[in-house]
Nanobody
């Protein structure tokens, strides 16, 4: 069983920055993909960024590519999402997700969220204009 706990959300003004963290624990796979999704009420959950556990590849959705970056601390099993130049349209609940690389393949945020095995509870990001 994998547990994912997000933190770092909050309220910021447009143009500000936040870094989200996701701490993983439990029985992580030897090779896995993990990443960030976001969701606003009434809309489907959408992928933001993802990265392979060995760091061999990472992807950031084109809609945020020039403002967001994804990174990881493998030793401590922590995933990060660094968000800069935040916009009101970035307001959403951000979720951390993970799955074995054999399942989440290719490891991109374009995969449909319903196919991913493990999820955190999410952390709210609110950007005001």
């Amino acid at each position: 069983q994998v547990q994912l706990i997000e933190s770092g959300g909050g309220s910021v003004q447009a143009g500000g920055s936040l870094t989200l963290s996701c701490k993983a624990s439990g029985d992580m796979w030897s090779h896995y993909c993990w990443g960030w999704f976001r969701q606003v009420p009434g809309k489907e959950r959408e992928g933001v960024a993802s990265i392979e556990s060995d760091g061999s590849s990472s992807y950031v959705d084109a809609s945020v590519k020039d403002r967001f970056t994804i990174s990881q601390d493998n030793a401590n099993q922590i995933l990060y999402l660094h968000m800069n130049s935040l916009k009101p349209e970035d307001t959403a609940r951000y979720f951390c997700a993970s799955d074995a690389l054999v399942s989440w393949n290719p490891c991109t945020p374009q995969v449909h969220y319903e196919t991913i095995e493990d999820w955190g509870q999410g952390t709210q990001v609110t950007v005001s204009s």
